[in-house]
């Protein structure tokens, strides 16, 4: 799961997306993550199971909605330099009015 705060995200649909459905899977399903988490990475390299990451994914330990989005928008780095490029290229900013 990517950073919430970095566009048009939302911690609510991704806490369904991830319980609901992603963790309804079984265990042994491989999985390619495409984003790097506060201080987690799969451990086994460029891929993963469901298993492992609801083992060992901080954001998956959560108990409740409200821990989840607790740990979705508290304590994150702050939004890096290239921040209005991710605007551009997600149609949140004309290119013309980026400031780089």
Do not use: C
Not at 31 to 45: D, E, I, L, Q, R
């Amino acid at each position: 799961m990517g950073r919430i705060d970095l566009g048009r995200g939302d911690a609510s649909k991704l806490y369904d997306s991830l319980f609901r459905k992603l963790l309804a899977i079984e265990d042994h399903v491989e999985v390619m993550p495409g984003h790097v988490g506060k201080a987690h990475f799969v451990s086994a390299g460029t891929s993963s199971t469901i298993g492992r990451e609801r083992q060992t994914n901080s954001a998956l330990q959560a108990k409740t909605r409200d821990e989840f989005i607790k740990y979705m928008t508290e304590g994150w780095p702050p939004k890096p330099d290239h921040y209005e490029l991710y605007k551009v290229n997600s149609g949140l900013l004309e290119l013309r009015d980026a400031k780089f």
